[in-house]
């Protein structure tokens, strides 16, 4: 589409100032299961978002039609949206900032150009280990996803911004039984760098952790003292991540409304923001409105640092956008704890009677982003002495989202990306109530 004859049309109809997003996405995906292939697909899309400003009113437009015969009736439709707009908040088209950080490392052409036939191998091959790994493994699905995506920013101001990235994940679920108990495991391995994936690791790591899990069953209802392994971590963050959005602070749906400045966490506990992680396609030198984004400590030592923003939420609370604004939305883009100095086993050694919590189920249902309780379902091993002696499931784990932050003796250097896009390692809380039997 001819960007530029829709601005001229745009500013001849009275719009103040047009942004055009436009948003290509190449996507793969795989799935073996049981050692057959089960599905393969690619898809290419492509998105154009526009938005203009009409009398201090801003008009949105969507549409996956790339025709300049459109062009007209994008403009009518701006004009048309903006009218019925009765938003008090001053709509605004950004001009840019003086620089944006150079990300070169964030698209991988060697993995786009990796034949197709070799990563189906790989999935097959990941399939194998599992089932070679242990006779204990019933059913194995494995799985492999890449994408690929462009951004292009332009607006009347005279901002035009690129950025592409790439990535992918690897890794497989499986179902491990004896004869009177049955588990599911799952691990996976994200990169834009296919030499980062050991297929090996994945299996054995996945498939030791389902036997481990044979046999779990509820423990008495009391406190213990918990470790919340790196991927429960992320579960648990993840349903508490849009606590950070100033939107949700403004409209009263955050725990963290007045407690800038305040200490929220342990000193311990720092939780940062990284747009510019490597290898994330997370990652990007600007947000949807063209604002660069920055590297920020969300919460540094225990202490709430900053919320994130956009350029409408800045504006109401008197500071610069931190370049989070997405969509209609206020989002973090890559969040991640940064490491301690202890390893997990030091963790587990310092555990007189306790429970190792590695998977948390029902997050988003059982956590409470206004108050901060959560009650989620739980399992996990019980510690003895810094010793896992036995599985634990059908417990339930409470507590309030403020309090387990503060509650952090200690922060684990066993750092991983999750599924949730959400990068942590393990830590120990001094004690939560766990109900059971």
Do not use: W
Not at 361 to 374: E, I, L, R
Not at 415 to 428: A, E
Request: charged fraction near 25%.
């Amino acid at each position: 589409m001819n960007f530029e004859r829709l601005f001229a049309l745009a500013k001849q109809k009275g719009i103040e100032d047009v942004q055009v997003y436009l948003v290509n996405r190449s996507e793969l995906s795989i799935e073996v299961f049981d050692g057959e292939l089960d599905k393969y697909e690619i898809a290419d899309t492509t998105t154009l978002s526009i938005k203009g400003v009409y009398h201090k009113r801003m008009g949105t437009f969507s549409t996956e039609v790339l025709d300049d015969s459109l062009i007209e009736s994008i403009v009518d439709n701006l004009i048309a949206n903006a009218s019925i707009i009765d938003s008090l908040d001053e709509a605004v088209i950004y001009a840019g900032d003086l620089e944006y950080h150079v990300l070169d490392d964030l698209f991988n052409e060697e993995l786009t150009k990796m034949d197709v036939a070799n990563k189906i191998a790989k999935v097959k091959q990941l399939d194998q280990l599992f089932h070679q790994a242990n006779p204990l493994v019933s059913i194995v699905e494995t799985m492999y996803s890449e994408s690929t995506r462009t951004v292009l920013l332009q607006n009347t101001k005279g901002l035009k911004l690129e950025n592409k990235v790439n990535s992918a994940m690897i890794g497989g679920q499986i179902i491990v039984k004896n004869e009177s108990d049955q588990r599911t495991a799952f691990d996976l391995a994200i990169s834009n760098d296919f030499a980062d994936f050991d297929l090996e690791k994945i299996a054995k790591e996945a498939v030791e952790s389902g036997v481990r899990k044979l046999g779990a069953k509820p423990i008495p209802s009391k406190n213990y003292e918990i470790i919340l392994d790196k991927d429960a971590l992320a579960t648990l963050l993840s349903a508490f991540q849009n606590v950070f959005s100033a939107e949700a602070v403004q409209k009263g749906l955050s725990l963290l409304k007045g407690k800038l400045g305040s200490t929220i966490g342990s000193s311990l506990f720092t939780l940062v923001d990284d747009p510019f992680m490597k290898k994330s396609s997370r990652s990007r030198s600007f947000d949807d409105e063209g604002v660069a984004t920055k590297y920020k400590e969300l919460i540094k030592a225990g202490v709430l640092e900053t919320y994130l923003h956009n350029l409408t939420t800045a504006k109401k609370d008197g500071v610069v956008s931190t370049g989070n604004g997405f969509g209609t939305s206020v989002s973090a883009i890559n969040l991640k704890v940064l490491p301690g100095e202890h390893s997990y086993q030091d963790l587990l050694s310092s555990m007189k009677e306790g429970i190792v919590i590695t998977d948390l189920q029902g997050a988003h249902a059982g956590a409470n982003p206004v108050s901060g309780d959560f009650s989620l379902q739980a399992t996990g091993f019980l510690v003895e002495n810094g010793v896992e002696i036995k599985p634990v499931a059908l417990i339930t784990i409470a507590g309030n989202f403020i309090k387990l932050l503060q509650d952090i003796t200690a922060v684990g250097n066993d750092i991983k990306t999750g599924y949730y896009g959400i990068t942590c390692p393990s830590v120990k809380i001094l004690s939560l109530p766990v109900s059971g039997i």
